[in-house]
């Protein structure tokens, strides 16, 4: 199995600031992409941030200019680090990992953390 460890999160006020982090481990053979979702009161789970193997990082339009992934797929961990937040930023933030296994070496799957609550309000 894949296991994502986040950590960070926690309650802020608007404006202010939060870093998350996130550590994958178990069964990957090859690491694709690093990420973050999130799924806010009543709405679907969206996409936050992402960063390929490549380097490659898309972001939401609504975090751009506020929000900064980054990582190293090598060491098998990323970063989201959270500026200028918003109460519409709240949300249970969850770590997302595109890899695949050594036990499944045939296709690419997707695997999530538990998540961590963000919470901005004053």
């Known amino acids: 199995q894949v296991q994502l460890v986040e950590s960070g999160g926690g309650l802020v006020q608007p404006g202010g600031s939060l870093a998350l982090s996130c550590a994958a481990s178990g069964r990957i053979f090859r690491l694709n992409a690093l990420g973050w979702y999130r799924r806010g009161p009543g709405k679907q789970r969206e996409l936050v941030a992402r960063i390929t193997r490549e380097g490659d990082t898309t972001y939401a339009d609504s975090v751009k200019g506020r929000f900064n992934i980054s990582g190293d797929i090598n060491k098998k961990v990323v970063y989201l680090q959270m500026n200028a937040l918003k109460p519409e930023d709240t949300a249970v933030y969850y770590c997302?990992?595109?890899?695949?296994?050594?036990?499944?070496?045939?296709?690419?799957?997707?695997?999530w953390g538990q998540g961590t609550q963000v919470t901005v309000s004053s």
């Open positions: 997302y990992a595109r890899c695949i296994r050594w036990d499944v070496l045939s296709r690419e799957d997707d695997y």
